[in-house]
Each structure stands twice: as C-alpha cells, then as structure tokens.
C-alpha cells in the first residue's frame, strides 16, 4: 500500500504511516489504507500486537491542508461522509482486539492525537509534542474526541 508500512516480526506487527513529506498527515487515501490495514490485523489471529509509528521527524500532523482545502468544497453530505470515515478508521483501531501501542516521535498533532488515543498504550520520545489545533481556527475536535476521551 502507497502510504503505509506493514511489517511483521513473528506475532508483532509494525505499521508506519508513510508520508514523511507531508509529516505523516491524514488525506482520504490514507484514512482508508489504514482502516484497511486496521481491518485485516484485527481478522489475523497470527498478530498479537499492534505498534504504530510514523516515518520520518514526525508520528502525524493530522489534516493535510490540501485535503482540507478540497473538502471545502464539499456539500453538506460529502462533509459528513468525510468524517465517518476518519470516524470508523479511529474507531476500528480503538477496538483491535490485539493490544496496540503508538511510539511517538515529533509532532502528533489533531488527527495523529486521535491515533495516539486509540491505542492502548502510548511510548512518546523526548522529542514528541501533542497538540489539537484546530480550537485555534474555532473547531472542535469532535471526531477525534471520543478516542481521547473513552467512550
């Protein structure tokens, strides 16, 4: 798959987002590879663990700003059927029936919080920040928030 990497060493799998160019920011292709890749390590019973990174200086920088400025010319419906499914992506790692762990390096930032919060376990490097900007531009990270906050 084009922007991620799945790895396996006997029962633990390694999946690294692929976009270090753009800081391993979400676009619509990346959320459906990553939901696919979500899907098929929850239906193997061979893995046992999920590790989740990011290549390059940063784990995710969330919304890819080209993504965003296409959605803005979304219709109403569009709009919403963009955020089920980054929804359902957070949501099928959240439920992996394997533990998950995300190793944090760089920037996590909106969205690449929400993966963090998904997971079970998080090991953040000295070099890791968290941070949910969009309150700044006035948006809640709504989708995301049941990821961070339980359910």
């Not at 919060?117 to 928030?145: K, W, Y």
């Amino acid at each position: 798959m084009a922007h991620t990497r799945l790895e396996r060493d006997g029962p633990l799998a390694l999946l690294t987002l692929e976009r270090p160019e753009r800081h391993n920011a979400f676009d619509d292709a990346l959320i459906d590879e990553l939901t696919e890749r979500f899907e098929a390590i929850a239906g193997d019973d061979t893995v046992r663990c999920l590790v989740l990174t990011g290549a390059g200086r940063s784990f995710s920088a969330g919304a890819d700003l080209a993504w965003m400025r296409r959605a803005a010319g979304y219709s109403f419906e569009e709009n919403v059927e963009d955020a089920r499914r980054l929804e359902r992506m957070l949501r099928t790692l959240d439920e992996l029936p394997q533990p998950t762990v995300a190793m944090v390096q760089g920037a996590a930032i909106g969205g690449g919080v929400g993966l963090v919060c998904a997971c079970d376990v998080a090991i953040a490097a000295d070099s890791a920040f968290f941070q949910l900007s969009e309150v700044r531009l006035g948006l809640i990270p709504a989708v995301i928030a049941p990821s961070c906050c339980g359910r």
